[in-house]
T-cell receptor, first 115, second 109 residues
Framework: GAVVSQHPSWVICKSGTSVKIECRSLDFQATTMFWYRQFPKQSLMLMATSNEGSKATYEQGVEKDKFLINHASLTLSTLTVTSAHPEDSSFYIC???????????FGPGTRLTVT | KNEVEQSPQNLTAQEGEFITINCSYSVGISALHWLQQHPGGGIVSLFMLSSGKKKHGRLIATINIQEKHSSLHITASHPRDSAVYICAVRYVSNYQLIWGAGTKLIIKP
């Protein structure tokens, strides 16, 4: 149980385009989802926290207009990188938790390369 | 100073050796996670601890809340254990995770 999937697992896009990454909880209701970013050889960095049906809370320094997060249902959150630039190339990981527990379940990650 | 510190940063060992990775933190926490990240990037949650000790297969995790220290042990290590092991702690007051920098483990056959 407690499986989180991400799609796509990797994506290459051209500079200036937008790309959407999906995070799904497959067998539980994710009341809260988290989006992390990881640069090579660095630790994960929390980008934002989203609660189902509410606007996401972004961490300091993360541009909310560039990284659009939607958590429209209890099983799906999306991260859209708008007007992508090469510096947005990174590994994006989502995690999810359900109400009543603090444990987070992690998705496998999405590797984004912007050319 | 990082709030969560792991040691060692890098560890290379021979197959079969007993492995210990340490995590120290400086804040009051409600739980500590040990996670494994393989070269492809995917993360697997190994343990969530709030006290004592947990065991799963060849993996053992311990935590000492008073000393603000946790260890992850791997018995009879195998090359497939090669990965980055990450310690993350959760503050008492909320669910945010504070991440350690990770320990890169290489097990040679």
């Amino acid at each position: 149980g407690a499986v989180v999937s991400q799609h796509p697992s990797w994506v290459i896009c051209k500079s200036g385009t937008s790309v959407k990454i999906e995070c799904r909880s497959l067998d539980f209701q994710a009341t809260t989802m988290f989006w992390y970013r990881q640069f090579p050889k660095q630790s994960l960095m929390l980008m934002a926290t989203s609660n189902e049906g509410s606007k996401a809370t972004y961490e300091q320094g993360v541009e909310k207009d560039k990284f659009l997060i939607n958590h429209a249902s209890l099983t799906l959150s999306t991260l859209t990188v708008t007007s992508a630039h090469p510096e947005d190339s990174s590994f994006y990981i989502c995690s999810a938790r359900t109400s009543g527990t603090y444990e987070q379940y992690f998705g496998p990650g999405t590797r984004l390369t912007v050319t | 100073k990082n709030e969560v510190e792991q040691s060692p940063q890098n560890l290379t060992a021979q197959e079969g050796e007993f492995i210990t990775i340490n995590c120290s933190y400086s804040v009051g926490i409600s739980a500590l996670h040990w996670l494994q990240q393989h070269p492809g990037g995917g993360i697997v949650s190994l343990f969530m601890l709030s006290s004592g000790k947990k065991k799963h297969g060849r993996l053992i995790a311990t935590i000492n809340i008073q000393e603000k220290h946790s260890s992850l042990h791997i018995t009879a290590s195998h090359p497939r254990d090669s990965a980055v092991y990450i310690c993350a702690v959760r503050y008492v007051s909320n669910y945010q995770l504070i991440w350690g920098a990770g320990t890169k483990l290489i097990i040679k056959p």
